[in-house]
């Protein structure tokens, strides 16, 4: 079964500085996609960020990167240059087909000015 | 285009009431589903559909139906609302059914069960 694991509950951050949410995955179909969405306290759910599993480079939209590790399971989302817009829950998800996403319980990202 | 649209925002049902949740798109997707989120659990599957009259169940299909008569509509049905469907169900459509890229999803209807 497929499966998305947040640790951190939790994280904050001073405004301008990096920080790095972090992601690991359980599957074992050899093609799939790795996903970040950003959800605002209005509670939209917004996409930032994409990187499939054949994709040989990490992606990058922006002030977001994700660390795709892919022997460790791991994708971490780096967020470059925090601003107080920032400041939301971020789900990371996985798509091992179908387009049936599968997501993580959340971090919430508090950015501090 | 308008996107993902979803109606109602918010809506109060009584235990044993049945409802429609609308979902709409207008980007010619083949992909549409709906998803659960409640406190501390992320977004689950409920169901989804590959394309006009083709629907299958996700994670937690259990009280909900959906049927999928065109390509833009694709309604999820309460027939007897239970408190523990007490969530906000959002709903997302996608491009190609081979592809493994983005979701769009709608706004959002939280729903309450009294």
């Known amino acids: 079964a497929q499966k998305i694991t947040q640790t951190q509950p939790g994280m904050f951050v001073q405004e301008k500085e990096a920080v790095t949410l972090d992601c690991t995955y359980d599957t074992s179909d050899p093609s799939y996609g790795l996903f970040w969405y950003k959800q605002p306290s209005s509670g939209e759910m917004i996409f930032l960020i994409y990187q499939g599993s054949y994709d040989q480079q990490n992606a990058t939209e922006g002030r977001y990167s994700l660390n795709f590790q892919k022997a460790r399971k791991s994708a971490n989302l780096v967020i470059s240059a925090s601003q107080l ?13 179908f387009q049936k996403l599968v997501f993580g319980t959340g971090t919430r990202l508090l950015v501090s000015p | ?63 909900y139906n959906v049927s999928r008569s065109t390509t833009e509509d694709f309604p999820l049905r309460l027939l007897s609302a239970a408190p523990s469907q007490t969530s906000v169900y959002f709903c997302a459509s996608s491009p190609s059914s081979g592809s493994l890229g983005e979701q769009f999803f709608g706004p959002g209807t939280r729903l309450t069960v009294l």
């Open chain 1, 85 to 97: 817009g920032d400041s939301a829950m971020y789900f990371c998800a996985m798509n091992t087909g």
């Open chain 2, 1 to 63: 285009n308008a996107g993902v649209t979803q109606t109602p925002k918010f809506q109060v049902l009584k235990t044993g009431q049945s409802m429609t949740l609308q979902c709409a798109q207008d980007m010619n997707h083949e992909y549409m589903s709906w998803y659960r989120q409640d406190p501390g659990m992320g977004l689950r599957l409920i169901h989804y559909s590959v394309g006009a009259g083709i629907t299958d169940q996700g994670e937690v299909p259990n009280g």
